[in-house]
């Protein structure tokens, strides 16, 4: 049996510490294809990596989080965008999901709920993904689904 391959993540954070506590929680279930120290370098890694999932934090330099939500949705739309903040008031957040973000969580999150809800997230925007998607692009459509329909001569 093949082994379970691991979804791939980019973190951004400004804070080094913060970025190597989650590197350290997450490597067990995400394979962490990089980390960025501000909002320009996170939407570089994720528009070169594109990976499943990114976790942004709010408050970094080049713009914060909603510079990169931004960029990396219309960039980067097969990839899920999970807005990390310290900050208890939650200002903003509807301007970030708005922008792209799938979801909003608070820092000292503990660590298996995280990974919880990074899983919730990286599913529910693939199922928005795929609710997207035409019927005849969609997983399991026949083949010849996305041929026009004929018409008798």
Known sequence: MAPKSRPRLVLA????????WLAAQLESEFECVGTA???PGAVALALAERPDIVILDVEMPGGGAM????E???GAP???????SGNESGGGVIDLLEA?????LRKGI????????LSVALS???????????????PGAPEDAAAPPRTAA
């Open 100 to 104: 792209g973000a799938t979801t909003y």
């Open 124 to 138: 529910a925007h693939q199922h928005e993904a795929q609710r997207k998607l035409p019927a005849a692009m969609r």
């Open 67 to 70: 510079h990169a939500t931004s």
């Open 110 to 117: 503990e660590a298996q709920e995280l990974v919880d809800c």
């Open 72 to 74: 990396i949705s219309a």
């Open 78 to 84: 097969e990839t899920a965008i999970v807005i990390l």
């Open 13 to 20: 954070d400004d804070d080094e510490m913060i970025l190597a």
């Open 37 to 39: 120290a501000d909002a």
